[in-house]
């Protein structure tokens, strides 16, 4: 297993459910960063109670800027590997070893895919589930990665590929949904080993509330970076 691992999770009004990852997190997590992305619920301090590093970033800045802010705190605090992963209970941190393991087996990059065989997707709705597939279908044409669950945000990976100086993760238009695809993409076109693994990914039984993605603005957040990267019109 990496030296030393980092759990990264952007935290928006999920009340306990961030205590309760953190409290389930395995031997391996070094350290939990909560990044508190201007929250009114409390909830950053219950995952403090639970045993968190809680960042507080005093303002909805996006999650892009909070998981840099997380990536950020991991590299200072001597991490070499970060795992990230969603504070709403989405994602399982008992899979967490799953991406290790890649890790370990030499692997820079490692993306969850509750799609590939042994994994498992709860209550996602349909017209979700086809919206993922598009646009994950769209990233495999751009980058000749036969990726299957491109937007599923339970990923660990190398810290060291922030030293890339291709990889410019603190440009201001990464600061909402953009900064994940980024990474992503700079992951597979620079020639990094990248890889997926199975994993779960568990929505509410509710379908009101169930994501904080907006229709629209938010989708175009996570479309834009492959499109203005294949067009070179960003690095």
Partial sequence: MPSRVAA??????????????????????????????GSTDGGPDLAEQAGASVIRLGRHCGIGAAIRAGLDAGRADGCDVVVVMAASGKDR???????????????????????????????????????????????RVLTGFSGTDVTNGFRAYRLSLLDDPRVRVHQQWLDRYELEYYIHWK???????????????????????????RPVIDWWHMVRPALLLALHLRA
């Fill in 93 to 139: 941190p008992e899979e967490i070893p799953h991406l290790l393991a890649q890790i370990d087996e030499g692997f820079d990059y490692v993306q969850g895919s509750r799609f590939l065989d042994g994994g498992r997707s709860v209550n996602l709705p349909p017209l979700r589930g086809l919206l993922i597939h598009g646009f994950t279908f769209l990233f």
């Fill in 187 to 213: 992951a597979i076109t620079l020639g990094y080993r990248v890889v997926e693994v199975p994993v779960s990914k568990t929505y509410p039984a509710r379908r009101r509330g169930y994501s904080k993605i």
């Fill in 8 to 37: 990264v999770l952007p935290l928006l009004n999920e009340a306990g459910a961030a205590a309760d990852l953190v409290r389930r997190m395995p031997a391996v997590v070094a350290r939990t960063f909560v990044v508190d992305d």
